[in-house]
């Protein structure tokens, strides 16, 4: 079963030119998947102008993916870390309540185009922590390359959920098969490009849920970027059971 979000369905939040499109984090609080999809909470996408900042407060523990697309992004958090994220790194970064973390565009020039996502139900005693690996353009080319994962395999970072995810990077034409394992589901978005999957065509913001499938499979149809999460589908998060409503 396959669930599709357009770009356009994103919530747009724009304010002193900075730009956030959240995939979830909806409004309206009965629709289908307002509350994030499986472990998966949130998924902003972000375009910064020079300066530009996203503030940030953690209301409850939390881990914190921070993936730079473009442009550099400067970290600061109140236990006085500071560091600077550039274009093709990515963060992990486990935080506890009443954290707070501002995280703002390095340049003074050219705008940074960010992504972040947040995964639900962190457990609280988990330490605070980061830590951040780049993952070059060769390494995601044509293969979905782990970026983090619960046993950081394959240098990958180090999440405390039982969630993967992949970034890919193809050329017009190539194909690309995630098999899924039982009791697995995935959520799939599309940071640059247009695919094929399935029977739907995805573009630039669109995003795809899938549960009760045996592969995530697709084709680029220009060149494209995506990141793919496989995250655990069970009765209790109700992944199944929110598509067959959203289809029914």
């Given at each position: 079963m396959i669930w599709i979000r357009r770009a356009q369905a994103r919530r747009h939040d724009r304010r002193r030119k900075r730009q956030v499109w959240r995939t979830f984090d909806l409004p309206d609080r009965t629709a289908s998947?307002?509350?994030g999809f499986g472990t998966l909470e949130t998924l902003d996408e972000t375009r910064l102008p020079p300066g530009g900042e996203i503030p940030g407060q953690t209301q409850d523990a939390a881990e914190i993916i921070t993936y730079v697309r473009e442009g550099a992004i400067a970290c600061v958090d109140s236990t006085g870390h500071s560091g600077v994220i550039r274009a093709g790194e990515f963060e992990r970064m486990t935080a506890s309540r009443r954290f707070r973390h501002t995280e703002a565009n390095a340049s003074r020039t050219d705008w940074a185009h960010v992504f972040?996502?947040?995964?639900?139900r962190s457990d609280p005693a988990c330490e605070l922590a980061r830590e951040h690996k780049r993952f070059s353009t060769a390494e995601r080319r044509g293969v979905f390359r782990i970026v983090a994962s619960p046993d950081a395999r394959t240098g990958s970072l180090h999440l405390h959920q039982d969630t993967q995810l992949y970034s890919a990077i193809l050329e017009p034409g190539q194909h690309l098969v995630h098999e899924l394992a039982r009791g697995r589901a995935a959520w799939l978005h599309v940071v640059l490009g247009e695919i094929t999957l399935?029977?739907?065509?995805?573009?630039?913001?669109?995003?795809?849920g899938l549960a009760a499938e045996r592969a995530v499979s697709l084709t680029a149809r220009q060149v494209t970027e995506i990141l793919l999460f496989d995250l655990v589908s069970t009765d209790d998060n109700s992944v199944v059971h929110a598509l067959q409503q959203r289809s029914a």
């Open positions: 998947f307002a509350d972040q996502i947040r995964l639900h399935d029977d739907h065509v995805l573009t630039a913001g669109d995003g795809a």
